[in-house]
């Protein structure tokens, strides 16, 4: 109940923007859903990947881990957007251990 509490006091203290990014947080964590990320079997070997792409979520997750920028990111692959890192990002939080393992065995090749 003390977690519902500091909750509340928190979102209090927020903007509607923040409240509104927290929700959509919150609805895509419930749901397991991940807008603008998909696998295909015989795509990128099967990786989560953004749509339209041929780029896996965990080649955006190593470069951000080596200290690329999104604005780097953003220029490197001129399809992606803003909101295809902000999904990229919601999947690698939900599936690290997925991404750990995809990353290790991208650098063991």
């Known amino acids: 109940m003390i977690s519902i509490l500091e909750a509340e006091k928190l979102l209090s203290d927020m903007t509607r923007a923040e409240k509104a990014q927290l929700l959509q947080w919150v609805v895509r964590d419930l749901g397991d859903a991940y807008p603008g990320i998909e696998s295909t079997e015989n795509v990128c070997g099967g990786s989560a990947r953004i749509v339209r792409t041929r780029i896996p979520i965990w080649l955006l997750e190593q470069a951000r881990r080596l200290g690329t920028t999104e604005a780097e990111l953003l220029t490197a692959y001129p399809t992606l ?18 991404i750990d393992r995809e990353i290790q065995e991208n650098e063991d090749a």
């Open 81 to 98: 957007r803003a909101e295809d890192l902000t999904n990229a990002w919601a999947y690698v939080r939900s599936h690290r251990e997925e």
